[in-house]
């Protein structure tokens, strides 16, 4: 098995954890997909695609952090409730379209858990 489809299970599994607290969930979360996203630096969205759109955005971005690039994983439910990771890279980022696809499965997982998290 990849580091990646191992670690995408770490992460789920902790998203899914609802006994931890409000306050350490996102952190716990993170934790267990150190290694996957070090490894991988893999997000949906990457802020160089966007760079013709909102030059000044991605100028402040980087600058401010002092990276190249940025990958953020957002999840997000119908009602725009959840959260957004983003993950500084000192290189521009390239995620193959199969790197791509196994990230949006697992922020389909962090949203569902983050959903179950708020409650009804």
């Avoid at 899914?16 to 893999?42: F, K, M, S």
């Amino acid at each position: 098995m990849s580091l990646l489809a191992t670690g995408a299970i770490d992460i789920a599994e902790a998203a899914y954890d609802i006994e931890v607290g409000a306050v350490d969930w996102l952190a716990r979360v993170l934790e267990a997909g150190r290694q996957t996203i070090d490894a991988v630096a893999g997000g949906v969205s990457v802020l160089s695609e966007n760079r013709e759109l909102r030059p000044a955005v991605y100028e402040a971005m980087t600058r401010n952090a002092g990276c190249e690039d940025f990958l953020q994983l957002w999840a997000l439910d119908p009602d725009l409730h959840g959260v957004n990771i983003a993950i500084p890279s000192p290189k521009t980022v390239r995620l193959s379209k199969r790197a791509r696809a196994h990230w949006r499965m697992l922020l389909i997982h962090i949203t569902a858990a983050h959903r179950l998290r708020r409650g009804p």
